[in-house]
Each structure stands twice: as C-alpha cells, then as structure tokens.
C-alpha cells in the first residue's frame, strides 16, 4: 500500500483544528494563550492536560503524553496512523487516497487540472490578443503587471470551449476537467463546455500556493459580477482565504491579518504596500477561516462594505470571534469606499491610519443593534439587551463580562445592578471557577539551561541560524536535548524563522522526543526577563562546554609527562590557560 502524500497530510492538520477535536473527549477551558482540562488518559483530579491552538499540539503535565492532532486520535480511538489521516480527512471534507497500487491520488490530479489551467488562463491574458479589453480594464483600475504576475491573473476567452480544448490536448480527461469545476455538461447531447467565458479570472490557492479554485469576474455590468468554482474535494470556499498562502509566505512576521471581502480589495492592498489582507471567498467568515487565522495572529481588523449585507456579516462573525480567542476590530472606512478605491485614492499610510480608528467587534455590534432596535423607547432597550446579554455570556473571562455589561448599561441608560441580575438568568453555562491546574511536571534531568533554549528556540524568540552562531549539539548533555539539536542543525539550520510543525514531525515515530517537545513548547514561562534568560542559558551553555574542554586536556597532562613528551605537555598547559582566560567572557545577543 502506497503512502497517504505529505501534502494530502499536510491539508487536513491545517484544515483540522485540535481544541476543537480534543472537546469532544475533554472539557477544556482557556487558560492564557492555551486551554486546561483533565487528562483524558491518566486519572486526576486536578487539570494537567494543556492544548495549544496556535502549534497544535497536546501535552499531559501529569503522565508525560503529548503529540499532535493525529496522536491525539491515535491514542484515544486505538487508530493506525493512516486511518486517524483518513478520519481527521472525512471531518475536513479532504478525500484521502487508499494507496492501492496502481491508484492516482484523485486530490493531486484536480490540483494538477487546476494548476494548468491557471497557467493557461494567466498567459491568454498577457498575451492573447483577445485579452486586450481585459488588459486596459486592469490598467484603467490601476493594477499593474508586476500584481498581475504575483497573483497569476487571467482571462478566459469568450467562447464555448477554448479552456477545455487546451486541456484536452494536455491529455487531461474531460470527466476529471469536469469535476474540478473547470466546465459543465451539456444539458442536451454529450460533451462539456466551459464554465468561465469572457472573464477575468483570480486563481484561489491553498496554504500550499496550489491552485484549487477559481472567480471569474465580469468587464462590464452584467450578471453575475462574479462566477466561482463549484466546491470539489480539494476545495470548500469555507476553508479557503484568499491571498492567505502569499501572506504566510511573506518574509516578515504579522501581528495581525486584515480580512476584507474581495478579491481586488486583497490584491489592491497588496499592490500598495499592505501585505496582510486576506479576502473570503464568496462567502461569510467560518470557524474554519478562524482556525487558519488562529495559527498565525492574534488579532484581526475587519473592512465589510458599508450597507446593511456588511453590517449583517460583521454581526454573524461575533459568535465565531468570541470562541476563537481573537482579538477583532471593525474598520469603517470614510465616504463609504471600499478597501480597493480607498487605496487606490489615498494610499498605505491613510489606510493604516484607520486601522487606528477601528473599533472592537462588540462594540460595533452594540452600536449596530442599539441603532437597529430604536432603542431609545423600553421595547428598544429590551431587544438590544435579549441580543447582546447571550453574547456576552459566551466570554469566559469576568473582567470582559463586567466590561461590556458596564458598557450595556452605559450606553441603554439602566441599571448595571439590575443588567447583572438579568445576564445571571440567561448565561448558558458556567462561567470558569478558576481553580488551578496541577501545573507542569518538574524536568528532573535536563539542564536548567539546555530548557531554556529549546523552549526560546520552539516558541520562535531565537532562530536556528543564529543559535547555531553560539552553540552546537555537543553542548547538550541530556540525550533527548541533544538528538532535537542534531536534527535541528541537520535539517533546518539554514531557517530564520522554525516552522514549528514540520519540526515536530521530525519526531512523530519517537514517544519520548515527542513528549519532551510537547512539554517543552507548553510550559508555561518562569522567568521574568526573557531576553536575559535566553542570554544567560547560551552562556551558560558555552561555559560549560569550555569547562569540559579543560578537564578532557587535564586528563592528558599525566600521560604526556610519563611520555617525558615536554612540547606536548607545555602545548596542553598553554591551551588550558586560553581556555581559563576566555571562561569568564560573554556573548550578547
């Protein structure tokens, strides 16, 4: 049996989200930037089971188990690895290929259709005759060549089979051409005809960069403006943002995602300097764009257009948000422009200069429903309360819960006193007691210092390539430390930046390094000055490796002088009195 592909692998951990899988065996309850409950594999009573949304990873401070969302499954249902692939693939909606021989992965022949045709359609735009008014419509909205070619815009001739034809004659089966949503079959007599006519068309592409989809917009007024891949199994426009994989691809690191709605908003903001905008795809914002998010920022701003469809939107995603843990804000922008023309008008710098105006979601949203309930007469103020008060009791944390009911009662003009009393009566479930976990297990073997810097190293506050500046492997004593330095230094090195989870799997045949990692990646920080600890850790760490050096050379003085060998002697004693000298001598980060 053939192996399930990396890349098939790769698309359901980053379209499965494990708070959401390990839920349903745990009662967990955020705690700082993770979540705490009771270890579903050893009895306890006080909770020592941690679960990292943003790395992904499970650990139990109590027995020492951890792994990833595959492991999890593994060991709670008994599961083969395969067969935990191919249940995470059924809930993501991603088809997994049995690997019998002879069989072709049906995900990478429509990802290969759809990658050819993204080729095709993007070279008849530069250069086919026919695309002339699709090129000056580009030019007229100032689009560029150079945005043209980063995000592989192209068009689609008007005529019944052009697309297919290529295709054909690439050797690719018009039934499979079909089912990746490139064209549809004639309602009468047999054949197929293209789907996108006379169009300009937007490649959609996974995390990967690989096309799966594509929007096809009109050049004029007619309808629809825009035409859309039907969803296939390698696409579910729910779990795709658009321009998310040129995002995560950019060499600088984000605190926060911009989400706006279109397609030339994201690619507008692009061209004009702001490389953190992402676009859904035809439709609202889910729990899955979410758990994407989630992975790579904290915080997101939220450009609707400005009408009663964009307000709507902004009030579905409140529940979402809320569950998240996402900071999120609303951005209005002025004259009622959309991102695209108000980049295109004023520029980077006015646009990042609203992001500073944004509101939090929740105060939006109130300002929203008190506008939309009249509610300056009682019936008014009762319908925003009966709307928000659910809300808020979906937020764990009391100091936000006292926060926005003080808002409430601010902005109705009621009683707080009497507003608490009434979110008392309606909060669905408990709020958290707030009792303590049982905290993380002692490393009794491993070095103070050697778990600092593997713990730095995990959490991205050091990069391999600069580490590798100071210290090597061999500066570690513990066996586990050493063999993740070994395969740190062999395999990614060269990175400025660690991609945590294709470092962890590194180590998903080895129970004990995958535990380590996982408790090292999760325990919570004891210092408080966390540039200086890493500092001290590294010198540490080179001290000692100069200390070792010392007593290796010490022990062959005895056996030069029995030799009666003086150059030898009078050369060790020289590299001992180096190596005494250079002891107390630091390096700053």
Request: hydrophobic fraction near 35%; glycine fraction near 4%; include cysteine.
């Given at each position: 049996m053939k192996p399930i592909?990396?890349?098939?692998?790769?698309?359901?951990?980053?379209?499965?989200?494990?708070?959401?899988?390990?839920?349903?065996?745990?009662?967990?309850?955020?705690?700082?930037?993770?979540?705490?409950?009771?270890?579903?594999?050893?009895?306890?009573?006080?909770?020592?089971?941690?679960?990292?949304?943003?790395?992904?990873?499970?650990?139990?401070?109590?027995?020492?188990t951890g792994g990833n969302i595959f492991?999890?499954?593994?060991?709670?249902?008994?599961?083969?690895?395969?067969?935990?692939?191919?249940?995470?693939?059924?809930?993501a909606g991603i088809t997994v290929s049995s690997g019998g021989e002879g069989e072709q992965d049906s995900d990478r022949g429509l990802i290969h259709i759809n990658e050819?045709?993204?080729?095709?359609?993007?070279?008849?735009?530069?250069?086919?005759?026919?695309?002339?008014?699709?090129?000056?419509?580009?030019?007229?909205?100032?689009?560029?060549?150079?945005?043209?070619?980063?995000?592989?815009?192209?068009?689609?001739?008007?005529?019944?089979?052009?697309?297919?034809?290529?295709?054909?004659?690439?050797?690719?089966?018009?039934a499979e051409i079909e089912k990746a949503g490139l064209t549809r079959r004639r309602e009468s007599g047999e054949g197929y005809y293209d789907r996108f006519r006379g169009r300009l068309i937007f490649p959609v592409s996974n995390l990967q960069g690989k096309c799966v989809a594509f929007a096809g917009r009109v050049l004029d007024q007619s309808l629809p403006k825009y035409l859309n891949s039907p969803e296939s199994p390698v696409y579910q426009k729910g779990k795709i943002l658009y321009a998310l994989d040129k995002v995560k691809n950019e060499k600088e690191t984000f605190d926060f995602l911009i989400v706006v709605e279109g397609?030339?908003?994201?690619?507008?903001a692009a061209q004009g300097g702001v490389r953190n905008v992402v676009a859904t795809c035809g439709t609202a914002l889910t729990r899955y764009h979410l758990q994407l998010?989630?992975?790579?920022?904290?915080?997101?701003?939220?450009?609707?257009?400005?009408d009663p469809a964009g307000i709507n939107a902004a009030l579905r995603t409140v529940d979402l948000f809320i569950e998240s843990g996402i900071q999120a804000f609303v951005v209005v922008l002025p004259e009622g422009l959309d991102p695209d023309l108000f980049i295109h008008r004023y520029g980077k710098e006015t646009f990042d200069r609203s992001l500073e105006t944004a509101a939090p979601l929740f105060d939006f949203v109130l300002k929203q429903s008190i506008q939309k309930n009249a509610a300056s007469g009682i019936e008014g103020k009762l319908a925003v309360i009966k709307e928000l008060l659910p809300l808020v009791g979906r937020i764990s944390n009391r100091v936000e819960n006292s926060y926005y009911l003080n808002r409430i009662a601010g902005?109705?003009?009621?009683?707080?006193?009497?507003?608490?009393?009434?979110?008392?009566?309606?909060?669905?479930?408990?709020?958290p007691s707030g009792k303590k976990g049982a905290g993380p297990a002692p490393l009794e073997k491993l070095p103070l210092e050697e778990e600092y810097v593997i713990r730095f190293l995990l959490s991205g506050k050091i990069a391999p390539?600069?580490?590798?500046?100071?210290?090597?492997?061999s500066d570690f004593t513990d066996p586990g430390a050493r063999r993740i330095m070994e395969i740190l230094l062999q395999r990614h090195s060269a990175e400025a930046h660690l991609d945590f989870r294709k470092f962890f799997e590194n180590f998903s045949g080895d129970n004990a390094l995958t535990g380590l990692m996982t408790l090292l990646s999760l325990k919570e920080p004891d210092y408080d000055y966390p540039d200086q600890a890493l500092e001290e850790s590294?010198?540490?760490?080179?001290?000692?490796?100069?200390?070792?050096?010392?007593?290796?050379?010490?022990?062959?003085?005895?056996?030069?002088?029995?030799?009666?060998?003086?150059?030898?002697?009078?050369?060790?004693?020289?590299?001992?009195?180096?190596?005494?000298?250079?002891?107390?001598?630091?390096?700053?980060?």
């Open positions: 592909p990396e890349e098939t692998i790769v698309r359901i951990q980053e379209s499965s989200d494990i708070v959401h899988l390990i839920s349903g065996y745990v009662n967990l309850k955020k705690s700082g930037q993770n979540f705490q409950g009771l270890c579903p594999f050893h009895s306890e009573k006080t909770p020592s089971f941690s679960v990292s949304p943003s790395k992904q990873i499970f650990h139990c401070f109590g027995c020492g492991k999890f499954l593994m060991l709670k249902e008994g599961l083969s690895f395969p067969d935990a692939v191919k249940e995470l693939g059924k809930t050819t045709a993204r080729s095709y359609f993007h070279q008849v735009l530069l250069n086919d005759p026919d695309a002339g008014a699709a090129r000056d419509y580009l030019k007229k909205r100032g689009i560029s060549e150079e945005t043209i070619r980063k995000f592989s815009i192209g068009y689609s001739p008007n005529g019944w089979h052009h697309c297919l034809d290529f295709l054909e004659k690439k050797g690719l089966s018009p397609y030339f908003d994201a690619i507008r998010i989630r992975r790579m920022v904290r915080k997101v701003y939220l450009i609707f257009d400005p902005e109705l003009s009621v009683s707080e006193k009497d507003l608490w009393e009434e979110f008392q009566k309606i909060q669905i479930k408990e709020l390539a600069r580490l590798f500046q100071y210290i090597e492997p590294l010198n540490k760490l080179i001290r000692n490796r100069k200390i070792r050096l010392r007593a290796e050379l010490e022990k062959k003085i005895p056996l030069a002088e029995q030799q009666k060998n003086h150059e030898q002697v009078a050369e060790i004693s020289r590299m001992i009195l180096k190596i005494q000298a250079d002891l107390n001598e630091r390096v700053k980060l």
